[in-house]
C-alpha cells in the first residue's frame, strides 16, 4: 500500500452504499487568503491591491544583459490571459505566472523573525543593492512582515544596521500600474501588500501540448506499477471541447492510436482501423478485494481504457453518441496545475467529468444513469499494489474521499534554453550571422541582412555573429546581438538532441562568459586608462604592403618606409557612446596626437562617396569623428567616419582605406557582404619594456644621472625633488642622497613597483612610527608635474597612507590602497644602455626629468631622464671616496689613487674583467680605466666603485 495512503482514505473505502445524488465540493483551490505568516512549503504572490485577487502583483523580470528587477504586473489581466482564447498568450501567460511566485524561507532557528523571499522562475533572492533602484543586486535581502491594518495588509521591511548601533529601514514601494515602477524606499512605503497562494490553476489544451513538443504531451505518476496505464503509456494530444455545466474540459488523444473497426472485414490495411482514439473512464471495476466494496454507485473503483470516438472535422469529440456503450462525458477530462509547491514538480489534479454509475438492477445496460465527477486517485486495495482509479463519494458527508497520485507532466519535447548570448548552428557546421551595410539610401544608419550560414562564422569578436535568446518554457525570441533583430521567434522543440521551429533545426552553441559579459563585442572600446594612458600609431596593413600615418607640416601622409619609431602617435579623446543592438555600445573618437594635441581631421564630406583629398591636422573643434569597427580578427580594424554632432553621433559612413600602389589615402563603402578586401588598420604600440628588479629591496640606493653621475636624487628643505651633487651648495639636506628603496607591489613579476623614500626631515619619534617622506608628483599642467616629498606609511599588504599638508604642515593622511592609483609608486623601466633605467611613475604614466636641478614628471617619454642605481654601502663620487688613509678619485679615463704607495691595487670592470693590477710606487698614482663603472681594490682596505667618464 502506498505510504501516502490516509486514514480517512482507508475508512471511507470500507464504506458501501449508493452514490449520492448532489455533487460533492470540488477538490480543486480556489485563490487562498491572505497570510501574514506565509509557509515555506508554498509559493506566494505579493499583491499590492484590495484583494489578492485583483491587485498588482510583484514580479521578477530578466533582461538580456542577466540584470534582474522587479515590475508589476496585473492580476486580473494575468488571470485572463490563463483562462482565455487566445492560444499564445495563455501559454505565455504559464510562464509569467512563475514570475509573480515567491517562497519565504523564515531565517532558522534563531527566530529572529526575518525572511529570505525567492522567485520561483529565476530562483534569484529578492534583493536591492541600494535606495530606489529597482534592479535586483546584494545587499537589502532579510525581510520582515509587518501587519497593517485589519485585513491581513502587510508592508516588506528590511534593515541597514549604520556604525552608531542605530537602524535605517526600507520598504519596498510600487504602485497599481502594469509595469509600474517598483523601488526600495527609505522608512515605510505606501504600498501594502497581501501575501497569497494561487489557487489550481485550469490548463486547456494548448497550454498541456505547450509542455510536450506543441501537438502533444505525456505524464508521470509517482509510483505507478501499470506501464500499461493509458494516461502514462503513450504522448496524449490534448483537445479543448465544449464546456459541461460551465466546467471547461478537454479530450485526451492517444497519439498513434488505433483500434480495430467493428466492420473491419470491410477493409483493407489501415482502413481497418479507427485512429480516433481517447482515453476514457472505462465502465469495468476493480473486484471488492480486502473489505473495500466496489459497488459501481458511489463513483469509486473504475479502471480507465481507450476507445474510438466520434470526432468532428478539426478532431474535437462533439457528439453524443460514442462508441458503444460509452457516454459521451467518459471522454471529458479536466486538468489543473499546482504551481505553489516549494522543491517539488508542479503536479497535476485530473477531473473526471464523467464516472459512469453502474445499476445492478437495470435490464440491458447497467450503466444508463446520469455520470458522475470524480477526480483520479488511489485506490489503496490492501491485498495489492496501489490501483489508478476513481475517488470515492462519500455517502454521509457529501465529500470526495481520495489520496491523490503525484502527477507531473513528463520532461517533452519542449526545448528548455538558458537565456544568454549563442552561436546557431545550422547543418555541415554552417553558423547563422548579420552583414551591415552603410549607404545613403539608408540615411547612414546602419542596415543589416541575415546572410547564408557559413563555416567559422562563430567569431567572439563579432557581435553579428552572436545571438541573444530570451524567453521560457518552450517558447523563446533569438535576436542578433549587434543588429537587435529576430532571427527565430515561437515555440522551439528539441528532438534528436537538436532544437526545432517550425522548418528549421539547429543546435545553440554558448558564446563564452567573458564575450557575453563584453558589451562592446564588434568594435573597440577604449577603456578609461586606455584613454589616459594609451598612445597608438595607425598602420595600414595590405597584401602588397604597409604603412604608417606620418605628419609633416599640418598634413598627415602614409609612408610605407616609416618604421615604428617615425610614425604618428595618437590618443583618443571620447566624443560619445552610441547604443546599437542587445544592449551593446560602442564609442566615437576623435584622433589627436600624442603630445601636441592636434587632431585628425579628413578632408572632403565624410558622407559622400567621393574619394578622399587629404588628411589633416586641426583643431579640436574640425577634428573627424571615428569608430574602430572589428574585421573579426584580433587587432583589426575598420576606421569609419562617424557623425559629426549629437544629432547625427548615430550615423556611419565609409571607411578610411590606403591605395597601398600609390601610398595616398582613399575611402571606401562599408558593406560585409560585398567588401573590397583593401586592407585593416592596426593599433600599434611600442614593444613593453622590461623593468628593473632590485633584489635586494627594501634597501637604501643612490639613484643617480646617466648623465651625470654626480648627480643623484634628493630632497631640499621644502621637500622639493632636486638632483644635485655632495659637493654643490644650496638648500637641500645632505643624507637624503640615501634614498630608501622598498617594494610597493611585485604581484606583477615582469614590472615590480617600488616606494622611492626618505627618512631625513622626520623627528626620531616620527621615524620609530614608521613614517618616511615619499617622492610624488606634484599636479600636472601641460603634461608636467614638478616631484615633492610627502610623509607617509605603509599599511596592510601594499597600501600606502600620504600625508595632505595644510599651511606646510600635515593636516592628515589619505589612504591609497589602489596600487594603480598610488602616486607614489614607481618602476624602472629598462632602456638599451645598460646599467640604465627611465623611472615611470604609475598612477600618472609619466617618466622622471630634471630641469635646472629640479626633479619634474613629464608625460612625453622621449624628454624622460635615464638614471642609475647602486647601493649606498658602496659609496661613489667623483670628488673622492676616502677608505682609511687611502683615497680614489674618479677621472676622464683613468682613476687616481692617493696614499697607497706600495700597496697591490686591483681594477676590474663591473663583469669582473681585470684592467689593471699593479704596485703602485708613488702617493699620487694615475691609472687608465675605461669609462663606465669600475670596481677599485687597494691591497689591505675595502674595494670601492668609481664611475669613469
Known sequence: MNKKFSTLLMGGLLMAGAASAQTPKPIERSLGPAVTEPSAKFYYQIVNGDTGAEGYALQAAIHTNGADSLKAVKVTDLNAALNGSDVEKAIEAMATLDSTLWAFTPNGDENLGYYSIVNKATGKKLQFAKEGNAIMGAGLNAWFIEEEGAYNDVKLQSYVINADGSKTSYSIESNRTTGGPVTIAKGNANAKYKIVRPGHIYMNAAQLNAEGDGNSFKMAIEDLVDTENPFVKTALKAYDLSAQNGQKNIGLKVVDGKIL???????????????????????????????????????????????????????????NIQAPGR???NYRFAIYKDVTL????????????????????????????????????????????????TARISRDNQEYVYELPVITLAAGAKADIAPGVYYIKFK????????????????????????????????????????????????????????GEPKISGRIYVKDGKFIQGAQTFELESV?????????????????????????????????????????????????DAELADASFFKMLPVDTVAFGVDMEYGVYKLYKQYTKEFLKADGTVSENNGLSNVTLDTEANASLVVFRSTGKEGEYQIIFAGDDVYNAPKMYDQLSVLATEAKFNKLKVDDANAVINGFWTLETPAAPDYLTIEDAPAHKRIFSSENTSLAISMNADRTGILKAVADKGDYLEDQFKMWVDTACVENAEKPLYYIATCAGLDEETREEGHMMYMVPTEFKENIAQVEFKEGYVFGADSLALAKYKNGAVEKFEDKKVMAENPAAFAFQMTPAEGEYVVENIATKSYLRQVNGVLYLTKKYEDALTFGIEATDTPTANEGVEVSEVT??????????????????????????????????????????????????????????????
Do not use: C
Not at 293 to 313: M, W
Not at 444 to 468: C, F, G, K, S
Not at 532 to 551: Q, R
Open 261 to 319: 473497426k467493428a466492420d473491419a472485414d470491410k477493409y483493407t490495411g489501415d482502413a481497418k482501423y479507427n485512429t480516433n482514439v481517447y482515453v476514457v473512464v472505462d465502465t469495468t471495476m476493480y473486484a471488492s478485494k480486502g473489505g473495500v466494496d466496489v459497488n459501481g454507485t458511489d463513483a469509486f473503483g473504475f479502471k480507465f481504457a481507450v476507445d474510438s470516438a466520434t470526432v468532428d472535422a478539426e478532431g474535437k469529440i462533439t457528439s
Open 342 to 389: 516549494v522543491g517539488e514538480d508542479d503536479q497535476l489534479l485530473v477531473k473526471l467529468l464523467g464516472v459512469p454509475t453502474y445499476d445492478k438492477e437495470a435490464t440491458g445496460s447497467k450503466f444508463t444513469r446520469t455520470p458522475q465527477v470524480s477526480y483520479v486517485s488511489w485506490a489503496g486495495f490492501a491485498e495489492k499494489g496501489d490501483e489508478l482509479t
Open 327 to 329: 457516454n459521451v462525458t
Open 512 to 560: 563564452p562568459a567573458e564575450v557575453a559579459a563584453d558589451n562592446h563585442v564588434g568594435y573597440k572600446f577604449f577603456s578609461k586608462e586606455e584613454v589616459g594612458n594609451l598612445a597608438v600609431a595607425l598602420k595600414f596593413n595590405s597584401k602588397i604592403g604597409s604603412a604608417f600615418m606620418v605628419d609633416a607640416k599640418q598634413k598627415v601622409s602614409v609612408d610605407a
Open 428 to 483: 555541415d557546421a554552417k553558423y547563422a550571422y548579420a552583414n551591415m551595410s552603410l549607404t545613403s539610401t539608408n540615411s547612414w544608419t546602419p542596415d543589416y541582412t541575415e546572410a547564408t550560414p557559413a563555416v567559422n562564422m562563430n567569431n567572439d569578436l563579432l557581435a553579428r555573429t552572436q545571438y541573444v535568446v530570451t524567453g521560457a518554457n518552450g517558447k523563446y525570441t533569438i535576436v542578433n546581438r549587434e543588429s
Open 888 to 949: 680614489v678619485i674618479a677621472g676622464e679615463g683613468n682613476v687616481t689613487i692617493a696614499g697607497a704607495a706600495g700597496k697591490k691595487v686591483v681594477v676590474s670592470n663591473i663583469l669582473g674583467q681585470v684592467v689593471a693590477n699593479t704596485v703602485i710606487t708613488s702617493d699620487n698614482a694615475t691609472i687608465a680605466a675605461p669609462a663606465g663603472v669600475v670596481v677599485v681594490a687597494v691591497e689591505g682596505e675595502e674595494a670601492v666603485k668609481a664611475i669613469i667618464k
